[in-house]
C-alpha cells in the first residue's frame, strides 16, 4: 500500500510539471517510507509500539501537504 501512495505521487510529478519538485520529494519520502517499514517487518515482526511513527508521520503529512499546496498553487496560475 505504501508503495501505491509513492507511485500515485510520482505520476502527480509526471502529469503536473508545474509542481514536480514538491511531488518528486513526496514520492521519494514514501519510498523511503517503504524501504524503512520493510526492514522493520524483517528485523522486529513483533513490533506493536512504534516510536518510529511519531517522527515518520508528521514528516509524511507535512510533505502530503507540501504537494497538495503546490497543486492547487500551479492550478491558479
Do not use: Y
Not at 502529469?15 to 524501504?35: D, E, K, M, Q
Amino acid at each position: 500500500m505504501i508503495l501505491l501512495i509513492a507511485g500515485l505521487w510520482a505520476l502527480a510529478a509526471l502529469g503536473l510539471p508545474g509542481s514536480r519538485r514538491a511531488l518528486t520529494t513526496n514520492s521519494l519520502a514514501w519510498i523511503t517510507f517503504a524501504v524503512w517499514e520493510a526492514l522493520v517487518q524483517a528485523v522486529t515482526p513483533e513490533a506493536n509500539i512504534r516510536v518510529d511513527l511519531l517522527l515518520i508521520t508528521p514528516l509524511l503529512s507535512g510533505l502530503g501537504l507540501w504537494g497538495l499546496v503546490a497543486i492547487l498553487w500551479r492550478k491558479r496560475r
